[in-house]
């Protein structure tokens, strides 16, 4: 009986997984719920030695857990806890913001031609971004990437 049920957790625990990828939110306070009841379960039964710990070698044959043990661990522990594993809060970065961060190498808040170099469709469209053709572009500039145009 313990096996059976064993099976259809972890059956349960990899399904849960592909349908709330770790990161990202329930819709309703009900679901996140159960998603946080469910994942504790696939913990428990993952957890072997009950240390409340996920080492490297409890989560073979997880898939996701194998792929994203690194991502997962960000305190570089080796391990992973029931906490490293809850949905996160953060929403993530608009477009602008990461587009920004990724080819902004100089830190100085702007891309440049040089900078824009590497990414081919930020440098196929800089022209038409930089609207006050100071041959840079900043985040208000990078901004308009993620508004809609409207319609006339």
Excluded at 12 to 25: H, I, M, R, V
Excluded at 49 to 57: S, T
Aim: charge should be positive; proline fraction near 7%.
């Amino acid at each position: 009986m313990r096996r059976h049920r064993s099976c259809s957790i972890l059956a349960a625990g990899a399904g849960l997984l592909l349908a709330f990828p770790l990161g990202l939110q329930a819709q309703t306070p009900q679901e996140l719920k159960a998603y946080e009841r469910r994942l504790q379960q696939l913990f428990e039964q993952l957890d072997r030695d009950g240390n409340r710990r996920l080492e490297r070698q409890e989560v073979q044959g997880q898939p996701y857990l194998q792929r994203h043990f690194d991502r997962l661990d960000q305190n570089r522990r080796g391990y992973l806890t029931p906490a490293d594993l809850k949905p996160s809060n953060k929403v993530p970065p608009p477009r602008a913001e990461r587009v920004l961060r990724k080819a902004d190498q100089n830190g100085d808040g702007r891309i440049d031609q040089q900078e824009a170099q590497g990414y081919p469709w930020l440098r196929k469209h800089f022209q038409t971004i930089d609207q006050n053709g100071d041959g840079s572009l900043d985040r208000g500039e990078l901004n308009t990437l993620s508004k809609p145009a409207h319609a006339n």
